[in-house]
């Protein structure tokens, strides 16, 4: 009985380290007809995760096309689970999306794939120490997951945007929010950089005056 204990807990260990298993095996979407399904990538998605596969690649800007077929919204929204669940520690994701009538679907797509996965790999998984309507937090590893229309207070880890709208009733409101995520992006990358992966409070000043700089030039534009 211990042996046939020990080869099931090794095999879900085995499962749950391999990221390509995850994301085949352990998450349940919904269909366009509102079916419980597995999640299995696409040609699309599988095309997607191997341009991100690579860890450094995380920090590359991907643009992608607006392809609904793709279900490409869904792929990125268990990816950012995943790691919010799997990641080491300290890591804030954020969905940002461009309505706000999106905000409750987009979190219901990430409660329905958290409360699928399988009992008995939801044992591995750390209790919620937060579960609002629009974000999840797990104290013991300090990971966060957000489903918010902005990321202005804090420095994300992953960013993922549901859609820029060029539509000229919202042409500014996407070109600001174009500017802020790329230069949150570039911040945190070189921040990491330079740190070389640690804490370094030496930073902060830099990252002070690089947001001071862009509220007063963004005050300046605004006036004129």
């Given at each position: 009985?211990?042996?046939?204990?020990?080869?099931?807990?090794?095999?879900?260990?085995?499962k749950?380290?391999?990221?390509?298993?995850?994301?085949?095996?352990?998450?349940?979407?919904?269909?366009?007809?509102?079916?419980?399904?597995?999640?299995k990538?696409?040609?699309?998605?599988?095309?997607?995760i191997?341009?991100?596969?690579?860890?450094?690649?995380?920090?590359?800007?991907?643009?992608?096309?607006?392809?609904?077929q793709?279900?490409?919204?869904?792929?990125?929204?268990?990816?950012?689970?995943?790691?919010?669940?799997?990641?080491?520690?300290?890591?804030?994701?954020?969905?940002?999306?461009?309505?706000?009538?999106?905000?409750?679907?987009?979190?219901?797509?990430?409660?329905?794939?958290?409360?699928?996965?399988?009992?008995?790999?939801?044992?591995?998984?750390?209790?919620?120490?937060?579960?609002?309507?629009?974000?999840?937090?797990?104290?013991k590893?300090?990971?966060?997951?957000?489903?918010?229309?902005?990321?202005?207070?804090?420095?994300?880890?992953?960013?993922?945007?549901?859609?820029?709208?060029?539509?000229?009733?919202?042409?500014?409101?996407?070109?600001?929010?174009?500017?802020?995520?790329?230069?949150?992006g570039?911040?945190?990358?070189?921040?990491?950089?330079?740190?070389?992966?640690?804490?370094?409070?030496?930073?902060?000043?830099?990252?002070?005056?690089?947001?001071?700089?862009?509220?007063?030039?963004?005050?300046?534009?605004?006036?004129?």
């Amino acid at each position: 009985m211990t042996n046939l204990l020990t080869e099931k807990q090794n095999y879900i260990i085995e499962k749950l380290w391999d990221f390509n298993r995850r994301i085949a095996n352990l998450y349940y979407i919904v269909d366009e007809d509102w079916n419980k399904i597995k999640f299995k990538p696409n040609f699309i998605q599988r095309k997607i995760i191997a341009a991100i596969k690579n860890k450094d690649d995380w920090y590359i800007r991907h643009i992608i096309l607006k392809y609904r077929q793709g279900w490409v919204s869904t792929l990125f929204t268990l990816l950012l689970l995943d790691e919010f669940l799997w990641g080491w520690k300290n890591i804030y994701n954020v969905i940002i999306a461009h309505e706000r009538k999106l905000l409750t679907s987009l979190f219901k797509k990430i409660r329905f794939a958290l409360d699928n996965i399988d009992p008995e790999f939801r044992t591995f998984i750390p209790p919620m120490d937060s579960d609002n309507a629009n974000e999840l937090f797990i104290r013991k590893t300090n990971n966060r997951l957000a489903v918010t229309l902005d990321t202005r207070w804090e420095t994300p880890t992953r960013i993922h945007i549901t859609e820029l709208a060029w539509r000229e009733f919202a042409k500014q409101a996407s070109l600001l929010l174009a500017v802020v995520s790329l230069g949150i992006g570039t911040g945190s990358f070189l921040a990491g950089k330079l740190s070389e992966g640690h804490i370094e409070f030496g930073l902060v000043p830099l990252g002070s005056i690089g947001l001071s700089s862009f509220c007063l030039l963004l005050g300046i534009s605004t006036l004129s």
